[in-house]
Each structure stands twice: as structure tokens, then as C-alpha cells.
């Protein structure tokens, strides 16, 4: 018995279904949405931070600080990697839609400008038929894809199962996707540009920890692993191997508290290599940062505001 091929039939009846109902000067003479239409969708552009209202009828009220000013340091280093969604309001200004998190860390980390895209009034199908589109194009990159289907869920408040009926995939295909945005941002900076694919990014968000994470990325790096010899790393990183647990260090059982593993994940997060940090319960304890070049090792003494020489 042969397998159904359900992606392009189901993608292929859905853009039907939402074509019927979008403006015809939003389309070519074959009918499909026109490809600036798509961009203009799917592109984001800076817009001034000043320039971005809140929508006062947004629910989400409470947020935690602590975490607020962590996203805010993240963003320091490495932008915003998920851009915000606003729409453009007639006096010139932006109501934000989505990104309500983001847009206050962003404040804390005193950017003047953030990456948004730019909703039209009421457009919840042009959006829909938009990003299905724009997801069917070869060269989009696994964060691409899931920025998108994160945009699905956030702005269209659909579920993952919807998400996947809608792309004709499975849901846990979606899944995988959208925990590649869980990823460290220097992981997924390597996505993006190719450094490592979907099959090692997949390996990496099975780590717990996202200091063992970066390790495993930066083995991937300088020893160009293949997928299979990644997923092999994990193995034994687990496994307590000890040719692998003598080198990556991660071996042995991390004895930390809760709250001091989660300093040891921001710092590692923070400075984009592996940290490890000891504590005892009389309070004394040392923090490891380590390198790999002396690159690496310019780019944490800046991130300490330590000049040599």
C-alpha cells in the first residue's frame, strides 16, 4: 500500500480555499498570491522602539523581571533574533500585536530600533496564505521555518496540531521546529547560516543543559562532526562515558542547586561557551569559563569590559 503524500495536496487545498477570498491585486494572472506581496508579509524592518505602542487590550499584565533582564542581556549580544509584530496606526506610529516580552527587554537593553513585521489592518488570511507560501520555498532555513510557524500560533492562535494540518505535516515535525527557537542564540545563528543542519540542531535540543549544548556545538565546529557522530557525542555525554566525559567535562553528575544552575546557564548562555561553576554549602565555590581561540577569548574579555595592554 502506498503512502498518501499529504503535504503538497493539503498545503495545495489550502492556499485554494484562502486564495478565493484575498483581493485579486494582490495576485498574478496564475491566480497565486504575488511573490512582493509574499516579502512585504513575511520581511521584517527596524522600526524605532519610540515609535511602538502597547496594545492596551493585550491580557498579559505580569512579567517576571529576572527573566525580563536576561532576555535584555541576551539581546545586547545578539539582537533580537525573533522580530516583534505591529500594525501601523494612521497617526504614523505602531500598535504592537506580538513580541510584548521582547519589546520590554529590548527597552532594558537600550536599543533604539527593533526588527518587526508590519501587519495590515485585519488580515489574518493574507497572513495565513502568505507565510504557507513563503514556507514552500527551497532555500528557507529551519529558523526561518520556525519563525513561522511560531508567527501561525501567535498571531493566527492556532495550536501545534493546526499549525501541522494546515502544512500538511506531521505535529511533531512542527515541534521540532519551533523548539529549535529554544536553541542558544549562537546555535541558532549557525542554522541560519548553514554552519550546522537540521539533523545537528535536532541532536542539540535533546541536551538539557545549555552549557553541554554548547559544548556539543563547538565539537561540531572544530572536529566538523557529521550528524551521526553528534547524536554519538550525546550518547555517551550521557552515558558518562569516559573518554567523552574526560574531555567534555559533563560526565559527572552536576551537584549544583536549582537556582545555581541556572546562573551557570545564563553565564554560559551569556558568554557563548561552556561554564562550569562549583558551590559548597559554606558559600565558596570558582567559576571555569573556557575558550577555544583566542578569538573566543577577546570576545569574553569585551563582554567584561577588560582591556589588555
Do not use: C, W
Not at 496606526?89 to 519589546?103: D, H, V
Not at 528557507?140 to 500560533?153: D, H, P
Not at 557525542?233 to 559527572?252: C, E, M, N, P, Q
Not at 553528575?253 to 551569556?270: R, T, V
Amino acid at each position: 500500500m502506498s503512502n498518501p503524500k499529504p503535504s503538497k495536496d493539503l498545503i495545495g487545498k489550502g492556499l485554494r480555499s484562502l486564495l478565493q477570498n484575498i483581493d485579486t491585486d494582490l495576485k498574478n494572472t496564475s491566480g497565486s498570491l504575488k511573490s512582493e506581496v509574499v516579502e512585504q508579509v513575511t520581511t521584517s524592518a527596524r522600526i524605532p522602539l519610540a515609535d511602538i505602542q502597547i496594545n492596551p487590550k493585550n491580557p498579559r499584565r505580569d512579567f517576571d523581571e529576572q527573566a525580563l533582564q536576561e532576555l535584555a542581556n541576551s539581546i545586547k549580544m545578539h539582537d533580537i533574533i525573533q522580530p516583534l509584530t505591529v500594525s501601523k496606526l494612521p497617526n504614523g506610529k505602531y500598535q504592537l500585536i506580538a513580541g510584548e516580552r521582547r519589546f520590554r527587554a529590548s527597552k532594558l537593553a537600550g536599543l533604539k530600533d527593533v526588527p518587526a513585521y508590519v501587519r495590515q489592518a485585519n488580515d489574518q488570511q493574507l497572513l495565513e496564505l502568505a507565510l504557507l507560501e513563503n514556507i514552500q520555498r527551497e532555500n528557507l532555513n529551519a529558523i526561518e521555518t520556525a519563525l513561522s510557524f511560531k508567527r501561525m500560533m501567535e498571531e493566527l492562535d492556532y495550536t501545534q496540531e493546526q499549525v501541522a494540518e494546515r502544512m500538511g505535516k506531521e505535529r511533531s515535525t512542527v515541534t521540532n521546529y519551533i523548539r529549535l527557537l529554544k536553541l542558544p542564540p549562537d546555535i541558532q545563528a549557525a542554522v541560519r547560516n548553514g554552519s550546522i543542519t537540521m539533523g545537528h540542531a535536532r541532536a542539540l535540543i535533546n541536551i538539557d543543559t545549555i552549557d553541554k549544548q554548547l559544548y556539543v556545538f563547538k565539537e561540531i565546529q572544530q572536529k566538523q562532526l557529521s550528524v551521526r557522530q553528534t547524536e554519538e557525542l550525546v550518547r555517551k555525554l550521557y552515558k558518562g562515558d569516559k573518554s567523552s566525559g574526560a574531555a567534555a567535562g559533563s560526565g559527572a553528575k552536576n551537584d549544583l542547586p536549582p537556582a545555581y544552575q541556572k546562573i551557570e546557564d545564563n553565564l554560559a548562555s551569556h558568554f557563548g561557551t561552556k561554564v562550569k561553576m562549583t558551590h559548597n554549602k559554606k558559600g565558596y565555590g570558582s567559576i571555569s569559563i573556557e575558550y577555544y581561540s583566542l578569538d573566543e577569548l577577546n570576545k569574553i574579555l569585551d563582554l567584561m569590559n577588560i582591556t589588555v595592554g
